[in-house]
């Protein structure tokens, strides 16, 4: 099976880079909850795809999640 | 005639040190003349009659004898002559049967390659390969610069060789990369190659893989980097009408709430000095250039790649300017002569205020912590150029001589200070500081770098008025990526590769396209290539296994171990990787093939086509002439837009249009200087140049 966002070998439904960045994703949301005092992860996920710092693979992903909120 | 019957033959490492051991071994009275084309040189010392040839860098490498690039293992190889194995080096038979002809008629033999694994190499292959067996019984003149000085003492003191371990060392290493990589790169460019597809060179190195597995870990990191906000805190107090601003103790403060409370706390209040600490630290001068401390600090100051600087060096070496570049140590010895040396930088303007200076004091220059048994630290030898230096020439023997003069510098006094103000209960703090006494920093003149700030006057119990709290969001920020001399660092705080090789590593990683920019960043063909090997052989491009024959070679250099074991191991390990390798042939000719073509593809587009507009110009090969141009990729759709290319060079895209025609414009690499070009013939800009001239 191939991986949603790119053309590689999928592990679950993503290849292993866009794995590792939504785990990453997954990792920094409650940091950004604690940050705010509470953020939805719809605007989280909006936030972090409209920042300069944020990885290629991460947006990538974001961009996927966004979709599926 | 020497008493044998014969002459001495003096075998040097390239024509420009061949041209200055004649000149200082004759006092200038050597002629030159042609054997089989090669300029050699003749002349008697001391009753006895020498001639000096050279080779021109390696004369010899190794090959399989069959040159078959579909074939693959290859384990059986040897030392040909550069012309015999396809090597662009068309002189290097005739240098070959040139210097066997000179041997025929001396009766003694002189290495005077540079003293290094490289030039042992070069060396006694010559000896061996060339004048028939004779890297056995050759006298070794060991010099560190070509002033005439040096060499008269070096070739005075010259004696049989004890032990041939730099040279074993050298050629077990040249043996093992090309069995590595002509192995690795087979399976990979084998397997790479689509059926219909035409063949596309992939190529895997020894030290090549870990080093290409630094810069895609760092990718992997960069492009899953997801930053966490935070917040700085800053307060800007009043001291008699003046604006002092300090930063809050905790620099990043996690929650946007605690942040505004700060401000909420401060806002209104006043501040109380509680300390004020001043101290005075001493600036050391820092150590004498190792290679890589040269091509660090070239690529900081001048943002020189380290292939480059290492180039320009050995230019500056061969006209005399400097001492062997290519050298670990950091350390000056006092043989070096530094009297002499300085009394002869004084005689060139520029440095003979630092010169004088120097010499009133005791002459004990700064020494870095390693060493290399083989030469000094770099240094200037005191010879003033001849003639002009271009640019980067004149910029690195400006450097190296500075460092130089660095060295013989006292220390710097840096005076800091450091302020902490209590505002309730938050703490904030001024730092800052100054150099007070320039010491060596003079001596290095333009690249020294200092940050100076004014040291506020407040004293202790000081109570400050809050003007302003500013609390400002940040996020983190993702790693940096390596820059080329970033990348030369960490491959040597991993102890892979060499000296003389970790340059070429890294421009081989640019030019297969694994890399791209500046900033080095890997690509998807880089991608592809290491994360195919990790998972189908992890154990090859592991920076454990690279080291580990790294300090294989050195226990041959020290003659502590043979040759020939090292390289049967490292056959072995090798062949069982390859075996894991070829029965995954076809999941690595998917995975990587999907990257090589788009890959090369990324690499040459130029932009859209200006002619059929649906198109995009690219750098296409000629099959008949094998010349580049630039075509269309609608060429078979009808478009027949295209323009020559320079044929030198590496040619990229700047994805800028040009303005008066809008036909792509592109960079080419290879002269001294990158130079931009339309690459339109009929660009109406180039006619209107033309019609001014």
């Given at each position: 099976m191939k991986c949603r966002l790119c053309e590689k070998e999928a592990v679950t439904d993503l290849c292993g880079h866009h794995q590792s960045a939504k785990e990453n994703l997954e990792r920094a949301y409650p940091r950004w909850v604690k940050a705010?005092?509470?953020?939805?992860?719809?605007?989280?996920?909006?936030?972090?795809?409209?920042?300069?710092?944020?990885?290629?693979?991460?947006?990538?992903?974001?961009?996927?999640l966004e979709g599926n909120t | 005639m020497s008493p044998q019957g014969g002459y001495t033959l003096v075998v040097c490492e390239k024509p420009d040190a061949a041209k200055r051991v004649a000149d200082a071994l004759s006092d200038g009275s050597a002629r030159s003349f042609l054997e089989s084309g090669m300029t050699a040189f003749r002349f008697v010392r001391g009753g006895e009659e020498f001639v000096v040839c050279s080779a021109l860098g390696h004369l010899y490498g190794v090959s399989d004898p069959f040159r078959e690039r579909t074939v693959y293992p290859v384990f059986d190889v040897e030392w040909y002559s550069n012309d015999l194995v396809g090597e662009d080096r068309s002189d290097a038979g005739r240098r070959?049967?040139?210097?066997?002809?000179?041997?025929?008629?001396?009766?003694?033999?002189?290495?005077?390659?540079?003293?290094?694994?490289?030039?042992?190499?070069?060396?006694?292959?010559?000896?061996?390969?060339?004048?028939?067996?004779k890297e056995g019984n050759a006298l070794r003149a060991k010099f560190s610069t070509l002033t005439s000085e040096e060499l008269v003492r070096a070739f005075a003191d010259a004696k049989p060789q004890a032990g041939q371990g730099l040279a074993i060392a050298g050629r077990?290493?040249?043996?093992?990369?090309?069995?590595?990589?002509?192995?690795?790169?087979?399976?990979?460019?084998?397997?790479?190659?689509?059926?219909?597809?035409?063949?596309?060179?992939?190529?895997m190195g020894r030290v090549q893989g870990p080093t290409l597995g630094f810069l895609v870990q760092r990718e992997r990191e960069i492009r899953c980097f997801v930053?966490?906000?935070?917040?700085?805190?800053?307060?800007?107090?009043?001291?008699d009408g003046k604006r002092l601003v300090a930063d809050y103790h905790i620099s990043k403060v996690g929650t946007r709430t605690e942040a505004e409370l700060v401000r909420g706390d401060c806002l209104g209040k006043e501040g109380l000095v509680g300390s004020v600490r001043k101290t005075t630290v001493q600036v050391g001068a820092p150590a004498p250039f190792s290679v890589g401390d040269l091509q660090r600090e070239a690529f900081r100051v001048f943002g020189l790649s380290p292939a480059r600087t290492l180039q320009i060096a050995e230019r500056l070496y061969l006209g005399a300017l400097i001492s062997y570049p290519r050298t670990g140590s950091q350390k000056l010895p006092p043989s070096i002569g530094y009297k002499s040396i300085l009394q002869r930088l004084g005689g060139m303007g520029e440095y003979s205020d630092a010169t004088r200076e120097i010499l009133t004091g005791g002459l004990r220059p700064v020494q870095?912590?390693?060493?290399?048994?083989?030469?000094?630290?770099?240094?200037?030898?005191?010879?003033?150029?001849?003639?002009?230096?271009?640019?980067?020439?004149?910029?690195?023997?400006?450097?190296?001589?500075?460092?130089?003069?660095?060295?013989?510098?006292?220390?710097?006094?840096?005076?800091q200070i450091a302020i902490r103000v209590s505002v309730g209960k938050h703490d904030f703090g001024i730092e800052g500081g100054r150099i007070t006494y320039p010491g060596w920093t003079r001596y290095y003149g333009r690249y020294f770098w200092s940050k100076d700030s004014e040291v506020p006057q407040v004293a202790e119990g000081d109570r400050l008025k809050v003007l302003e709290v500013m609390v400002e969001e940040k996020f983190e920020q993702r790693p940096p990526?390596?820059?080329?001399?970033?990348?030369?660092?960490?491959?040597?705080?991993?102890?892979?590769?060499?000296?003389?090789?970790?340059?070429?590593?890294?421009?081989?990683?640019?030019?297969?396209?694994?890399v791209q920019g500046d900033a080095m960043e890997a690509t998807d063909l880089g991608f592809s290539v290491l994360e195919t090997m990790e998972k189908y052989s992890p154990g090859i491009v592991t920076t454990e296994l690279t080291r580990g024959i790294e300090q294989e070679l050195e226990k041959i250099e020290e003659g502590?171990?043979?040759?020939?074991?090292?390289?049967?191991?490292t056959i072995r390990s090798l062949a069982a990787q390859l075996v894991e390798l070829s029965e995954h042939e076809e999941e690595l000719g998917r995975e990587?093939?999907?990257?090589?073509?788009?890959?090369?593809?990324?690499?040459?587009?130029?932009?859209?086509?200006?002619?059929?507009?649906?198109?995009?110009?690219?750098?296409?090969?000629?099959?008949?002439?094998?010349?580049?141009?630039?075509?269309?990729?609608?060429?078979?759709?009808?478009?027949?837009?295209?323009?020559?290319?320079?044929?030198?060079?590496?040619?990229?895209?700047?994805?800028?249009?040009?303005?008066?025609?809008?036909?792509?414009?592109?960079?080419?690499?290879?002269?001294?200087?990158?130079?931009?070009?339309?690459?339109?013939?009929?660009?109406?800009?180039?006619?209107?140049?033309?019609?001014e001239v």
């Open positions: 705010y005092g509470g953020i939805e992860w719809k605007d989280y996920l909006d936030n972090v795809k409209r920042n300069v710092q944020t990885g290629r693979w991460a947006k990538e992903v974001a961009e996927l | 070959v049967a040139a210097i066997r002809r000179l041997s025929a008629g001396a009766s003694k033999f002189v290495n005077a390659c540079d003293f290094d694994a490289e030039g042992e190499t070069i060396g006694f292959n010559v000896l061996r390969y060339a004048s028939g067996g077990m290493r040249h043996l093992i990369d090309f069995v590595w990589g002509i192995n690795l790169s087979r399976v990979l460019s084998q397997s790479a190659q689509l059926p219909g597809r035409r063949y596309a060179t992939v190529s930053p966490a906000p935070f917040w700085k805190i800053s307060a800007a107090f009043e001291k870095g912590a390693k060493d290399d048994p083989a030469h000094p630290a770099i240094y200037p030898t005191g010879e003033r150029p001849r003639g002009h230096l271009a640019k980067p020439e004149a910029d690195i023997f400006d450097l190296v001589v500075r460092r130089f003069l660095a060295a013989f510098g006292q220390s710097a006094r840096r005076e990526r390596y820059s080329q001399g970033t990348l030369l660092e960490k491959m040597e705080s991993e102890r892979i590769g060499t000296k003389a090789t970790r340059a070429d590593i890294i421009a081989t990683l640019v030019g297969r396209g694994y502590k171990e043979g040759g020939k074991e090292v390289v049967r191991q990587i093939g999907a990257t090589v073509v788009p890959g090369k593809q990324e690499a040459i587009a130029l932009g859209r086509c200006p002619v059929c507009k649906t198109g995009e110009l690219r750098v296409v090969r000629s099959k008949k002439t094998k010349k580049r141009f630039v075509g269309c990729s609608n060429y078979a759709s009808g478009c027949r837009a295209s323009a020559p290319l320079p044929q030198r060079g590496t040619v990229k895209a700047t994805g800028k249009q040009c303005p008066h025609c809008s036909w792509p414009i592109i960079v080419v690499y290879g002269g001294r200087f990158p130079w931009k070009l339309c690459v339109n013939p009929g660009c109406p800009a180039k006619g209107v140049k033309k019609r």
